[in-house]
Each structure stands twice: as C-alpha cells, then as structure tokens.
C-alpha cells in the first residue's frame, strides 16, 4: 500500500516544453507539500496546500503551477521547462496539525535537455 | 548563512563505531527540530524528533541547545545498515520545514 505516490518517477524532456507531475497520498492527511531537491542535495519547500488551499508559495517563478483537485492530490505543472529545473521533486504530505512529521513520495528526477 | 548548516561529510566508520552529528540553525525563532534520514536514490524520512531535553531512540540520541542554536544525534554501535544520509531539519514556526543538505555517513565493514 503506497501511502505517498508520485509519477512519472523519470522524467527527461527538452528546453521549453511543458511538462506534469501527479502526486497522490492515500493517509487522508489535509496538507501536500512540493519539494525541490537540486544537486547540491538541498530539499527546499516550493508549495504547500491545505485541503486545496495555497498555504506557501515560497519564490517560485510562475513557470510552476500547481494544481489540487482534491486534498489528496497535488499535481505540479512545469511550463517553459528549463536547464536549471533538473533536480529531484518531491512530494509529501502531513496531517494538519503535525505538519513537522511529513512523509515523501519516492521523487520524481527531472532532467532537461 | 544558511538557515540550516551541517557537515556534509561523508563521515567512514567501521561497524560498531560511535559517530555524532552536529547541525546549527540560524532563526532563533525556530520551534522544533528533528533528524530525517535520506538513503541514496530514495526519499527522507522522519528519523527522530529532537526535545530540549534530549531524547533517545535504541542506538539514536539527539540533543538540542538552544543557547548555541545546535542539534545534535548519536549513533551507538554502527550497522551497515545505517549508511545513509541524515538530515536536520528546523521548524520556524511558518507551517513549512526547513532542511540541512544533509551529512554522508558510511559505514563500513
């Protein structure tokens, strides 16, 4: 039983395309978080929803979109891809009041072309 | 300075080996504070919380210092099975976690 899950696992496109990440979690939690890790192995918090509600944007340019249809989904749109989008994204989530105990999804490793 | 600065080591010692980690956080507003761990290729998970009163978990002990903004973790008697990397992780009290890039730790037969 996957609790977090996230596809495609691979990803590797070229410049300037769109491309989409899903991410489901299965523990009924209230809170997803999108993660970038670069690699320089820094994790750095992109987006947090709440029961589909943008809690924290954290400067990312608006190439990224995310998208939650429901609260235990969180999907992430990546428009005008970029060299220096590759890295690792990661998606996790945490029930609403223990928001400090998160669990990941296995990433998804993005390379541009 | 970043936020959450460690070692990135890799730290190599023989199994059964005492190895400590150290991290310092920057916001002195910080709130809580724990230790993920990151096996290579895979996702963090949630290792231990870390209380100002320290905590210990088996082979794991962690500490905090606030004064000094620090936060430690013990490893006792290393297993193979502990190669990984291990992140601090600080909580600034803005619903969102803020992590270290993580310390290397191999352990070797």
């Known amino acids: 039983d996957t609790a977090v899950s996230q596809t495609p696992k691979y990803l590797v496109t070229q410049m300037g395309n769109d491309k989409s990440i899903k991410c489901e979690q299965n523990l009924g939690h209230d809170t997803m978080y999108w993660y970038k890790q670069d690699s320089k192995k820094f994790l750095k918090i992109m987006f947090s929803?709440?029961?589909?509600?943008?809690?924290i944007n954290e400067t990312v340019p608006n190439r990224f979109s995310p998208k939650s249809p429901d609260k235990a989904h969180l999907n992430l749109h990546i428009n005008s891809l970029e060299l220096g989008d590759s890295a690792v994204y990661f998606c996790a989530s945490s029930p609403i009041k223990v928001y400090n105990e998160q669990f990941f999804g296995p990433g998804t490793r993005l390379t541009v072309l | 300075r970043k936020e959450v600065e460690q070692d990135p080591g890799p730290f190599n010692v023989p199994e059964g080996a005492t190895v400590a980690f150290n991290c310092t956080y920057s916001?002195?507003?910080?709130?809580?504070f724990f230790w993920y761990r990151q096996d290579c290729r895979k996702e963090p998970k949630l290792l231990m919380s870390v209380y100002s009163s320290g905590n210990e978990d088996g082979r794991f002990t962690a500490q905090l210092n606030r004064a000094s903004q620090y936060i430690s973790l013990l490893i006792r008697d290393s297993k193979l099975s502990d190669s990984a990397t291990y992140l601090c992780?600080?909580?600034?009290?803005?619903?969102?976690?803020?992590f270290g890039s993580g310390t290397r730790l191999q352990v070797q037969p």
């Open positions: 916001n002195s507003a910080s709130q809580s």
């Open positions: 929803y709440n029961n589909k509600e943008l809690i």
């Open positions: 992780v600080v909580d600034t009290g803005r619903r969102a976690l803020t």
